[in-house]
Each structure stands twice: as C-alpha cells, then as structure tokens.
C-alpha cells in the first residue's frame, strides 16, 4: 500500500506547527510502517520557511511532499471563495491559490490540490451554472500555466442549500471540471457520501480516464465505522486500485477523521486502521462473491463479506509487517521510543548536572565577595542548576 500522511492530521500546535514538523512525523511513521512515504502541506497552516531546506530535510528523511493543499474554501469569518460573485474575495482567494502553486513547485510537490469545500453560506451561492463557470474558468487558467509534472487535483464537496437541485455526485461534477481543465487535471475521490451510490463505479470510471488522483480516507477512519472503510477497501480492490502483489497506482490519502484528537499516535492508529481493513478485503472469497453478485443472490454475497469482515487479519499483517521489516505493533513501538528517549534526554541530564556540580567543587563560585562552596548554600550556585532542572 502507499498512503499520504495529510499534516491535520499530525498538526498537535495550530501556532507552532512547521512543514518541517511534518515532514519529521511522517519520516516517524513512515519508519514504523513503511507504507507512509509521502506528506501532504496545508497552507497556511503549515508554515514553510526555507523551501530548498525542507526539501533536503525530506530527502533525508526518505519522505518526499505529496501535495499541497491551499485554503481557498468558504467558511464563516473568512469568505474567500474561488465561486463568490464579489469580485474582490474571488480575486483574493484566486491570489492565495496561485501563492500555494508557487510554493508546491518550490518544494517539489507531486499534486496541488484545489480542495473545493463550500459549506459557507454567501450571496450568489445558488446560481449553479455560474459557479461551475467560474470555477472551471479557475482549474483551466491554473493547469495551463504549471508544468505537466505537477498535477492539479480537484476536491469538491458542496453542502447544496437545496439537495434536490443536485443533479451529480460531487466526484462527476470534480470530473466534469478536471476534464474541462484537460490532461494533468485530476480528482481525489471520498469514498465517504457514496453510501447510495456506486464506489466501485465511481473508482473504475476515474481510472479509466486515467483521472484519479488518489483516495481520501478521513471520514471513514473512525472507530465507530470499521465496517465503512472495509467497504471501501473492498470497492478499491473492484476498481484496480488495491490489488494483492502489486503497488498502488494512487495513493489513499489519511486526512483526520472529524472529532478526532491528532498527533502520531493518532496517525499510526489511522494507518492501522486502513492496513486492517486492506487486509480483510484481501481475504474475501472474491470469485464466490462476484458468482453471487451476477446471480443476483444478496443473502449469499452479503454472507461472504461477513465472513472475510470478521475473520482475524492478524497473521496476514504480522507476515506483511514482517516482510516489511517494521513492527507488528507499531503504537507500542512508538510508545517504547518515546520512553527510550525520554530516559536519554533524562540521562544528558544528568550527566550535565553531574558536570557543574564537579565544575563548582573544583573551582568554586565566587559570589559577594566570597568563594561558596557546592552545595553551600549560595544563591549563584541554585541559580546556576535552574535551567537544566
């Protein structure tokens, strides 16, 4: 499997938080799994300095950036719609889309992803025809002026004031603007909102357009929907992306799932999640299921997804991990590092305290007019541990 780490979902510090931060989580988690290569960049929320250090910082760290994700959506407090008919926020966040598209070519990034979210509400928001317009006017002006090895990536999700009037999925209308925008224009497909419709359909159609640019795997990352992202896993291996013995043409893309804390546990939790579930859909009996499915018996395909959902996928992922070289537990690996280093840190410590306490006996410090002893009492000697206490 190939995953792409998104930075939400390790970003602990909203104040803090570095791309160079984020390419070191993800090295950590790519260590301990092996299947978590690539990063994506959040702007402006990851911060970048340097573009040519962070760069070297991923060589190193055998990671490389994935994609980068502008914030060019819509929300409360912070309308800066690519679609909103006020000229001036429509140029601004135009503006902040073409910084992101600087910045993924300074750093070297395989896709820029144009993540469409409009949830805000906002004048003008129901007039569908000219916000596709508009929209398919942006993805276009955008794919012609960066280079053909830098693909743009569509990621629309509307939240539609009146539902009835959709007359699309929201990947067709992600395909309907990456088609307009021509070659190296692509689609992230969440699997998530197609519970009535078709997955495996929607995964087979962008492969076969060569369109799809990977899975996001966010919402469906979840405790309480194990069997959603089996589901998933199943529809992926239908639609050629997950396929036993080989590479994964597209990476699944691990966002944070939605009233989660992050952090690297939480990533390591995630990608363990998705191992498990690509593991239990390898095990499903696929030529019965599909005889089942052609001869319209749901009871008996519905029988066979349980067995393979509830059957233990242990061994076959300790053998994965095995081979992999990377540990069957890869939450108490991390935990036992972080006692490890904890006790070294602890130790440099120590050794650092041990060094002034020998320093202070030997030579001694002078204070008010007077040489105090270690371990005398003085003020100068307490004050000096302070820092390394």
């Not at 080989?246 to 691990?254: A, G, I, L, S």
Request: glycine share 8%; hydrophobic share 45%; net charge positive.
């Amino acid at each position: 499997m190939r995953l792409e780490i998104s930075s939400a979902l390790l970003r602990r510090s909203a104040d803090r938080f570095t791309g160079h931060d984020a390419v070191a989580d993800t090295a950590l988690v790519h260590r301990l799994t092996s299947i978590t290569p690539e990063v994506g960049l959040e702007l402006p929320a990851d911060r970048i300095g340097n573009a040519a250090e962070l760069v070297a910082h991923a060589t190193d760290a055998d990671v490389r950036i994935g994609a980068v994700l502008p914030d060019v959506s819509a929300r409360p407090g912070r309308p800066f719609p690519l679609c909103h008919p006020d000229a001036d926020l429509s140029a601004r966040a135009l503006a902040a889309l073409h910084r992101a598209a600087g910045v993924a070519l300074d750093v070297r990034a395989r896709r820029l992803v144009i993540r469409l979210h409009d949830t805000a509400p906002y004048p003008g928001r129901a007039e569908a025809q000219r916000r596709l317009d508009q929209l398919a006017d942006v993805v276009t002006g955008l794919r012609r002026q960066l280079p053909p090895d830098l693909a743009v990536v569509v990621d629309y999700a509307i939240t539609d004031p009146q539902p009835v009037r959709r007359g699309r999925p929201d990947w067709q209308t992600a395909l309907t603007l990456a088609t307009a925008a021509g070659p190296g224009t692509k689609v992230l497909l969440d699997p998530a909102p197609l519970v009535d419709e078709d997955p495996e359909l929607s995964i087979t159609t962008l492969r076969a357009g060569d369109r799809l640019a990977g899975v996001l795997l966010g919402r469906l990352v979840t405790i309480d929907r194990p069997f959603a992202l089996f589901l998933a896993m199943i529809d992926a291996a239908e639609g050629g992306v997950l396929v036993r013995g080989r590479r994964c043409p597209v990476p699944f893309v691990v966002a944070l799932p939605p009233g989660r804390a992050p952090g690297i546990e939480a990533a390591l939790r995630a990608v363990g999640a998705v191992q498990e579930a690509a593991a239990k859909a390898m095990l499903l009996d696929r030529s019965a299921w599909r005889a089942a499915r052609a001869a319209g018996d749901a009871r008996a395909a519905t029988d066979l997804l349980l067995t393979a959902y509830e059957t233990d996928a242990t061994p076959l992922l300790t053998a994965v991990r095995a081979a992999l070289g990377v540990p069957a537990d890869a939450i108490a690996s991390y935990r036992e590092l972080c006692r490890d280093t904890h006790r070294a840190v602890e130790r440099q410590r120590s050794l650092l305290r041990a060094a002034l306490r020998q320093a202070e006996t030997s030579v001694g410090l002078v204070g008010a007019g007077r040489i105090v002893p270690a371990g005398g009492g003085g003020r100068a000697g307490r004050w000096a541990l302070r820092g390394v206490s």
